[in-house]
């Protein structure tokens, strides 16, 4: 799961910086424009991403049978809930320290 958040954190800071058009003499509200639409992105590109690995872990675990199904079916699940509480939490700072930049 460490290697997973991990890899989440890294993909949350590889997202691609998309800034729109904003008034050129006030500075500050294009950083804090571009803070909140980077962090947008960031967590629509891990929300994907967490769903991609969720599936791709749950069709591992139909390879199994019985107890062992549901075991990792539950971890699988637990997993998800973690790296989406991580998403939501960095989207959430990123987003109040955009709004603190106005």
Known sequence: MTKFLAMLGAGLLAASLN??????DDPAK???KAM??????????????????EKAAKAECDKLN???????????GANEEAAEKQAKATYK???ADAQAMK
């Open 66 to 76: 019985g107890a062992e199904k549901r075991a990792c079916k539950k971890t699988a």
């Open 93 to 95: 700072k990123a987003k």
């Open 19 to 24: 800034v729109s058009a904003v008034a050129a």
């Open 30 to 32: 294009a950083d804090a």
């Open 36 to 53: 909140k639409e980077r962090a947008e992105g960031d967590y629509k590109a891990a929300k994907k991403k967490i769903d991609a690995e």
